[in-house]
């Protein structure tokens, strides 16, 4: 059975929501998924008073737990057009995996949010990437077989290199429906691409 890894980082709970979506539609091919997040880095007084959500369900994960997995599927908010802090020092403390291969050949994804349509969804998309594939992973993205990224009706996220949301500059705006069945396709087409491989 194809084992899945959703592993992400969210300051307010925009991208554990997508997650969430990411880990249904993996889910929906039969295959085990585990939901982790990263270690938060900022002070707890400080994470308050800036009224993180803190009260996540998902467990930790350690950098080893990577390598127990056919496909891991990374998401994490945008910081000035990047991934954030918190999911870069975790990534970077993939080194020892990165040297022994352990992550060779594995399925990889990405999805992220941001404030407004054009704060930088690709480039943060792009960044995550350019890790997967230094780590050695076969990049899946979101393809246009999901064509609710063609929207133009309404507001929403979604791209080829991954799904995406658009929080609002205030964090009021949550994952919308075609968001959120952009990244549970996301998810199903990854858990297929890693069943073909691993099955």
């Not at 993996?26 to 002070?43: H, L, M, N, Y």
């Not at 960044?127 to 063609?150: A, C, D, E, K, R």
Request: charged residues 15%; without cysteine.
């Amino acid at each position: 059975m194809t084992k899945v890894l959703v592993l992400y980082y969210s300051s307010y709970g925009h991208i554990e929501t997508m997650a969430q979506a990411v880990a249904e539609g993996a889910r929906s091919t039969g295959a085990t998924v585990d939901i982790k997040r990263v270690p938060e880095t900022v002070p707890e007084e400080v994470a308050r008073a800036s009224y993180f959500k803190l009260d996540q369900a998902a467990p930790v994960a350690t950098i080893n737990d990577l390598a127990n997995y056919d496909a891991i599927i990374i998401g994490t908010g945008t910081r000035f057009g990047r991934l954030s802090s918190q999911m870069a020092s975790f990534l970077d403390q993939a080194g020892g995996l990165w040297q022994s291969g352990a992550l060779n050949g594995k399925v990889g994804g990405a999805f992220t949010s941001t404030a407004t349509q054009h704060g930088g969804q690709e480039t943060t998309l792009f960044t995550l990437i350019t890790n997967l594939l230094h780590f050695g992973l076969i990049v899946v993205g979101l393809p246009y077989s999901f064509q609710g990224q063609m929207k133009i009706d309404e507001i929403t996220g979604g791209s080829p290199y991954g799904a995406t949301t658009i929080t609002g500059g205030d964090g009021a705006r949550q994952p919308s429906e075609n968001e959120l069945a952009g990244a549970r396709f996301q998810g199903e087409h990854i858990a297929k691409t890693a069943a073909k491989i691993f099955g």
